[in-house]
């Protein structure tokens, strides 16, 4: 019962967040953001219980309805919201605090160069825009803003924004 208020949540968040949205059903059926949500946390259960092919096979499913990748061992908080996003791309070690916000075509990957934690760590209250590229085990704090097309390959503290290639605080 828990999975649905927190999917509830998430649909309420998309309505809040996203002015073109006119409703809560409009949100549920028609934004793939939401969608690839209910998606993830299915993918994420099969994962955590080590069903790994079927975790991976809803994750493709996902992606090939919504253009959005989530590895299902990625760690997504609560009221994500997903504008847009379309070639979006979060890894397998990634964790996505509470309350973030990822434009289309962003990736949280790894720079593969790493084992084991490959990905990046968002805080809560992140925004990484259109393009942006978070690469590596890399730290994000709470309340960072990343510009957009920026890449960032090194940790960031709170209340930062960060644009440009390399990724520099302003």
């Not at 209910?38 to 790994?52: D, E, G, N, P, S």
């Not at 809560?124 to 890399?138: C, E, H």
Request: aromatic share 8%.
């Amino acid at each position: 019962m828990n999975v649905f208020k927190e999917l509830y949540e998430d649909a309420r968040n998309i309505k809040e967040k996203d002015p073109a949205c006119r409703n809560l059903l409009e949100a549920i059926i028609l934004y793939p953001g939401f969608h690839i949500l209910v998606f993830h946390k299915i993918a994420h259960f099969f994962y955590r219980h080590k069903f790994l092919f079927i975790a991976r096979l809803i994750s493709q499913i996902g992606r090939f309805f919504t253009g959005i990748e989530i590895h299902p061992g990625a760690k997504i908080g609560k009221r994500l919201f997903i504008d847009h996003g379309m070639g979006i791309v979060i890894g397998e070690t990634a964790t996505v605090g509470n309350d973030c916000t990822i434009y289309h075509n962003a990736t949280l990957g790894g720079t593969g160069k790493d084992k084991y934690k490959r990905h990046p760590d968002l805080g809560n209250n992140v925004m990484v825009g259109s393009g942006a590229k978070v690469l590596g085990p890399i730290k994000i704090g709470n309340n960072v803003k990343i510009g957009a097309n920026a890449v960032i390959l090194k940790n960031v503290p709170d209340n930062a924004t960060v644009v440009g290639v390399p990724g520099v605080e302003k």
